[in-house]
């Protein structure tokens, strides 16, 4: 029978070092004494494996994380880094409340800029009326786009053909005729009287998009306000192509994890795979929620862009990201019931397309700073721009609200610089390859299968790149005196401030989600007191 552990007094003789008289004989469960030299062998021995096991351990470690160190996968990337912890705590931080307070907003800086999520939101409350009023004037209204533009970069699968899928046009007799004059001149034609006009150029040295002249060339007269960016049903392959193609060959090697969740404009509720996919509504204990968000994030899966790149190429990483975020959230800001027939928030759609993606979510407040440093820029352009539409009300409304708004943007300072980048010697490299990657992705939207997703995927990417063209190829003194070196195409004007408005409309959407989110919380709560 085995000894047991000496107690009492024994026990408090042991550990103060006290011996007994006795000789000490090899208890049952003790190995007997070896001689010295057998046990210095002995703890030789172990001490090798002991080694050998801390090197082995080591060995494994290292060849995790970088595989091709060591000759095991010569191919292998490098694992992304690893900032879910962040961004899902961003994520959360949006969605709680602070302590039954008030709601709280995200806090912290912006990355790359010089503003924070609350100086952010606070400015979008200032600007967010006199934007919804300027959008809904004749001038900025009224886009000519050129849906029809073939796909240059695969096949594609066909149109969708469903209602909200396909945009209303415009009666051109509503056009003002300055609008949409088309003046030819003899340099527009070849050498030989009577030969084909030659092609114009998609765009110039300054430019970040394809720009369509509205005075010039195919193209479709709409009314934004008439074919509004939502919920349309559009899904599938060729919705998940448009962004992956995006991120992957324009985003310096992205290649993102897309769900159908995340990828497309409709309802997503069947996954590539063809498994259904199910949006989720978020748990409804506080205290549950990180975790639960830690479980939709694909971040691990290289969704996001490495870390050890030149800043110019996170500022278009981040621009696209915006976007993407954007667009997404206006389709769960106005989503489709089909049992109740009625135009709705969806929380469980936002949580699937925003939360597995928090850093997307943190990059669509980069882009209301990208655009609200464009327009401070632009101010004394945009002051003097003529919004004649021969609409009287409008007209008056436009001299109004313009000097509205930028007073409000006036207000914010300097939060973002953009003389820090495309510096140093690969500066004009750098800025080049930008260009071309941006021009590109304008190009990707006429691969998007639904009118009116092509209308807004082509009208936003032209309101960013308008931006882009503004705070990089201009300088301040630009903008000042008589504009003679400023290149700005009237739809350019209309997409700068309707991308604005876009954006505005999705932060505005967060904290309406914010709100739901603590409905959730506040009635689980409720329905707890009343059962106890």
Same mark, same amino acid.
């Given at each position: 029978?085995?000894?047991?552990?000496?107690?009492?007094?024994?026990?408090?003789?042991?550990?103060?070092?006290?011996?007994?008289?006795?000789?000490?004989?090899?208890?049952?469960?003790?190995?007997?004494?070896?001689?010295?030299?057998?046990?210095?062998?002995?703890?030789?021995?172990?001490?090798?494996?002991?080694?050998?096991?801390?090197?082995?351990?080591?060995?494994?470690?290292?060849?995790?994380?970088?595989?091709?160190?060591?000759?095991?996968?010569?191919?292998?990337?490098?694992?992304?880094?690893?900032?879910?912890?962040?961004?899902?705590?961003?994520?959360?931080?949006?969605?709680?409340?602070?302590?039954?307070?008030?709601?709280?907003?995200?806090?912290?800086?912006?990355?790359?800029?010089?503003?924070?999520?609350?100086?952010?939101?606070?400015?979008?409350?200032?600007?967010?009326?006199?934007?919804?009023?300027?959008?809904?004037?004749?001038?900025?209204?009224?886009?000519?786009?050129?849906?029809?533009?073939?796909?240059?970069?695969?096949?594609?699968?066909?149109?969708?053909?469903?209602?909200?899928?396909?945009?209303?046009?415009?009666?051109?007799?509503?056009?003002?005729?300055?609008?949409?004059?088309?003046?030819?001149?003899?340099?527009?034609?070849?050498?030989?009287?009577?030969?084909?006009?030659?092609?114009?150029?998609?765009?110039?040295?300054?430019?970040?998009?394809?720009?369509?002249?509205?005075?010039?060339?195919?193209?479709?007269?709409?009314?934004?306000?008439?074919?509004?960016?939502?919920?349309?049903?559009?899904?599938?392959?060729?919705?998940?192509?448009?962004?992956?193609?995006?991120?992957?060959?324009?985003?310096?090697?992205?290649?993102?994890?897309?769900?159908?969740?995340?990828?497309?404009?409709?309802?997503?509720?069947?996954?590539?795979?063809?498994?259904?996919?199910?949006?989720?509504?978020?748990?409804?204990?506080?205290?549950?929620?990180?975790?639960?968000?830690?479980?939709?994030?694909?971040?691990?899966?290289?969704?996001?862009?490495?870390?050890?790149?030149?800043?110019?190429?996170?500022?278009?990483?981040?621009?696209?990201?915006? &976007?993407? /975020?954007?667009? *997404?959230?206006?389709?769960? !800001?106005?989503?489709?019931?089909? =049992? #109740?027939?009625?135009?709705?928030? $969806?929380?469980?759609?936002?949580?699937?397309?925003?939360?597995?993606?928090?850093?997307?979510?943190?990059?669509?407040?980069?882009?209301?700073?990208?655009?609200?440093?464009?327009?401070?820029?632009?101010?004394?352009?945009?002051?003097?721009?003529?919004?004649?539409?021969?609409?009287?009300?409008?007209?008056?409304?436009?001299?109004?609200?313009?000097?509205?708004?930028?007073?409000?943007?006036?207000?914010?300072?300097?939060?973002?610089?953009?003389?820090?980048?495309?510096?140093?010697?690969?500066?004009?490299?750098?800025?080049?390859?930008?260009?071309?990657?941006?021009?590109?992705?304008?190009?990707?939207?006429?691969?998007?299968?639904?009118?009116?997703?092509?209308?807004?995927?082509?009208?936003?990417?032209?309101?960013?790149?308008?931006? &882009?063209? /503004?705070?990089? *190829?201009?300088?301040?003194? !630009?903008?000042?005196?008589?504009? =003679? #070196?400023?290149?700005?195409?009237? $739809?350019?004007?209309?997409?700068?401030?309707?991308?604005?408005?876009?954006?505005?409309?999705?932060?505005?959407?967060?904290?309406?989600?914010?709100?739901?989110?603590?409905?959730?919380?506040?009635?689980?709560?409720?329905?707890?007191?009343?059962?106890?």
């Amino acid at each position: 029978m085995p000894k047991k552990r000496p107690s009492g007094s024994s026990a408090s003789n042991h550990r103060k070092g006290t011996r007994s008289n006795a000789p000490s004989k090899p208890s049952a469960d003790q190995p007997p004494q070896l001689p010295p030299a057998d046990s210095k062998r002995q703890w030789l021995w172990t001490a090798l494996r002991v080694a050998a096991l801390v090197v082995a351990a080591a060995t494994a470690y290292i060849a995790r994380d970088s595989p091709q160190v060591f000759g095991l996968n010569p191919y292998a990337q490098p694992s992304p880094p690893k900032q879910a912890s962040q961004n899902i705590g961003f994520m959360a931080q949006v969605l709680q409340k602070s302590k039954g307070q008030n709601i709280c907003k995200p806090e912290g800086f912006i990355r790359d800029t010089y503003s924070d999520f609350d100086t952010i939101e606070s400015l979008n409350h200032r600007v967010a009326r006199p934007l919804d009023k300027l959008i809904h004037t004749k001038f900025f209204r009224t886009l000519k786009v050129d849906l029809y533009k073939p796909c240059r970069f695969w096949r594609t699968e066909g149109s969708c053909f469903q209602r909200d899928c396909i945009v209303q046009p415009m009666d051109e007799s509503q056009v003002p005729a300055e609008w949409c004059a088309e003046t030819i001149d003899q340099n527009d034609f070849g050498p030989f009287l009577g030969s084909f006009p030659r092609q114009r150029r998609e765009y110039t040295s300054k430019d970040f998009v394809v720009v369509n002249d509205e005075t010039y060339g195919d193209g479709l007269w709409l009314d934004l306000v008439e074919n509004p960016e939502r919920f349309t049903g559009y899904a599938g392959a060729g919705a998940n192509a448009v962004w992956m193609s995006i991120y992957q060959d324009n985003c310096f090697g992205v290649a993102p994890y897309l769900q159908d969740t995340a990828g497309g404009w409709g309802s997503q509720l069947v996954n590539l795979d063809g498994k259904t996919m199910p949006f989720v509504l978020p748990p409804h204990k506080r205290r549950e929620l990180t975790s639960f968000l830690e479980s939709l994030a694909e971040e691990d899966r290289g969704v996001t862009l490495p870390t050890d790149v030149p800043r110019e190429y996170r500022v278009l990483y981040r621009a696209i990201s915006g &976007l993407h /975020a954007s667009v *997404s959230t206006h389709i769960c !800001a106005e989503y489709f019931n089909s =049992t #109740s027939e009625r135009w709705e928030p $969806n929380l469980g759609c936002f949580i699937s397309r925003i939360g597995a993606f928090p850093d997307r979510l943190q990059n669509m407040y980069f882009n209301f700073v990208l655009l609200t440093r464009a327009i401070q820029k632009m101010e004394p352009y945009i002051v003097a721009y003529d919004y004649t539409t021969g609409v009287a009300r409008d007209d008056r409304a436009v001299k109004r609200l313009v000097p509205r708004l930028l007073k409000a943007v006036r207000k914010a300072g300097m939060i973002f610089d953009e003389k820090e980048l495309f510096l140093g010697p690969s500066g004009r490299e750098l800025k080049a390859e930008f260009q071309a990657n941006f021009r590109n992705i304008s190009r990707i939207m006429d691969c998007t299968g639904c009118e009116k997703c092509r209308l807004w995927g082509k009208t936003q990417t032209m309101g960013i790149g308008t931006a &882009l063209k /503004a705070l990089f *190829s201009y300088p301040d003194r !630009a903008f000042r005196g008589r504009f =003679t #070196s400023l290149d700005f195409k009237r $739809n350019e004007i209309v997409a700068l401030i309707t991308t604005y408005f876009q954006f505005s409309r999705s932060l505005d959407a967060i904290e309406m989600f914010r709100e739901m989110y603590q409905d959730i919380v506040t009635d689980w709560q409720a329905s707890q007191t009343t059962q106890s």
